[in-house]
């Protein structure tokens, strides 16, 4: 059952019960060893119908066609008559249904001041029938509209997630192609061999990847051929290692791309072509947290290298606050004090199932 139609029963149940009460507080509240017959009942239920006549005609009537559309002079009109005739059918109700009982009698014995008294106190009491509709009317409207509000932020806040998700294909593929070119320069049947990891890692991209949620495996399966593409292109004096400390990676969702702007960023930054260069990843579970430790030698880019703009790091900075709201997630990165070496450390509370 979804949330509205839930609200909606849940409303009108309130509403009954409210009501049940109040109809049945004359046998609720009856002196000790008093009998109340029929005629007596309708004698005393008769106030609490006026209530509900007065609450309702405002609740759905009134307040939305005059209230909310600012006619206030309309609403007071209508509401000053409602007020005088209910009143007024309270004060002479007691002729409807004789004989009335004796108690009462005596609290109302005829007269003209005790009437306009008893009118007054009655008139009082429906005033505050009228404020209380109106202030569960607008209680209403105004969930209505924060139920609106969170629809069209949720939605808003989906839409910019797969704009950010979008934009990972086409700035991994351009990173990956260009390596793959590389590549073809130095060995041609390697080439092959990457175009071939390129094709397993883009059906991930189109397909997998598209759930808000993945099963952390199949991240890891995507790092592992991501790494080995880019071993094909390196050195062998490269120090490149991944390693995983996570028992059964299968049962644990996370957002999927994170991770692989991080490492891809590793590689671009921490590998020179003539110094000596490390990519260190390590991936593991930490007081129920997932840890992605990413640690490179520190090689920039010169200005003209196009490849180590910053578009991957951009967007897990702004994917995470979506991803991972509330404090669910923390990420450091930067230079260690001797300059050597950057590390990016990012920690997720992981999900037992996808949402």
Known sequence: MNKPLFRGHMEICVHLLVWIYLFASPLLFKRPGENIDVLHYLQRAFYPLLVCAVFYINY?????????????????????????????????SFQFFPPFPRRLRHHHPPGPWRSVLFVMRSAFTFAGVVCTAIAVRYSLAWRQAEDARRTAELERTEAELRNLKNQINPHFLLN????????????????GEAIQELGRMLRYMLYDSQDDRVPLQKEIDFIETYIE??????????????ETRIPRPETL??????????IENAFKHGV??????????????EEGKICLDVRNSNHPKTSADKAGSGIGLQNVQSRLPLCYPDG?????????????????RLVLQPQSCPI
């Not at 969702?253 to 991080?262: E, G, H, N, R, T």
């Not at 020179?272 to 579970?285: G, K, Q, Y």
């Open 328 to 344: 669910r997630h923390s990420w450091q990165h930067g230079l260690t004090a001797d300059g050597l070496t950057y590390r990016s």
């Open 229 to 242: 593409l880019m071993r094909m292109r390196l050195r062998k004096d490269v120090d490149v290692r991944f």
């Open 176 to 191: 990956t192609l260009n390596n793959i070119y590389a590549l073809t320069l130095i060995d041609a049947p390697r080439a």
């Open 272 to 285: 020179s072509p003539t110094r000596p260069s490390f990519v260190h990843i390590s991936l593991s579970l």
């Open 60 to 92: 759905l009537f009134l307040v939305p066609r005059y209230l909310k559309h600012g006619r206030y002079l309309a609403f007071v009109s209508f509401n000053l008559a409602l007020i005088a005739l209910a009143a007024g059918l309270h004060r002479y």
């Open 253 to 262: 969702f996370v957002a999927p791309l994170l991770f692989i702007s991080l």
